[in-house]
């Protein structure tokens, strides 16, 4: 129970106001948690399908490496490896969701230079490399997607807690106050009261 220092009506007013502060703050918070939950469930979502997605993706860019590695010489694809230049483009896109700064990043493999000619590869290569591109875009949005479920949890835990406080600790002492004060005013009163009566006998 919260003890105020003074029972008096200057007191009662000013915890009663504190105590519409607490319950519109907790109503607020409460609201932004649900709104939260609501975003995250739907970023978890989008990861299960990105999981499955990326899984299936691998074993097709494995598949087709693995079978174009049988077509050529080992050598040859070591030299590709090596000779050729690929540069990993980045494209970053903040998304504010609740005054919460939360970044997504676009992946993709730009080929600055080819050094060997396009019929020197194979087209089980080729593919594989198109399917590599797509696979690092998916990996590049799905690693943002569980940073930004990171953050959300984060938030959600720590709205959580501010509710639960405000619900189960502030917001209830602050009514046994009142509750406190009220009941010590209509003690004074009715004291004033017998007092006047006995004065008046």
């Known amino acids: 129970m919260l003890i105020p220092l ?31 939950l609501r975003i ?6 989008e990861i299960k399908k990105l999981r499955k997605e990326v ?3 691998t074993k097709e860019v494995l598949k087709y490496l693995s079978s174009s590695f049988l077509l050529e010489k080992e050598i040859f694809y ?3 490896f090596i000779n050729q230049n690929y540069e990993l483009s980045i494209k970053e896109s903040i998304i504010p969701l609740l005054n919460i700064k939360t970044t ?49 949890s984060y938030e959600i835990e720590k709205t959580r807690r ?3 406080a405000l619900e189960y600790h502030l917001i209830p002492k602050i009514r046994s106050a009142i509750r406190y004060i009220s009941f010590r005013l209509s003690e004074y009163e009715r004291e004033n009261l017998i007092r006047i009566m006995r004065i008046r006998k």
């Not at 009506?9 to 915890?15: A, I, K, P, T, Y």
């Not at 995250?40 to 979502?45: D, F, G, K, M, V």
């Not at 399917?131 to 940073?147: F, P, T, Y």
């Open 6 to 36: 003074n029972a008096t009506r200057q007191e009662l007013l000013r915890l009663k106001k504190r105590e519409i502060i607490a319950v519109r703050g907790h109503k607020l918070l409460k609201d932004r948690q649900e709104q939260l």
């Open 40 to 45: 995250l469930l739907s970023y978890i979502e």
């Open 55 to 57: 899984y299936e993706e």
């Open 78 to 80: 070591e030299n590709i």
């Open 104 to 152: 997504l990043y676009d992946f993709s493999i730009l080929e600055k230079e080819k050094l060997f000619p396009f019929y020197q590869t194979s087209s089980l290569f080729d593919i594989a490399l198109e399917k590599l591109n797509s696979l690092i875009k998916k990996l590049g949005r799905l690693s943002a997607l569980l940073k930004i479920v990171a953050i959300l």
């Open 162 to 164: 501010r509710v639960n």
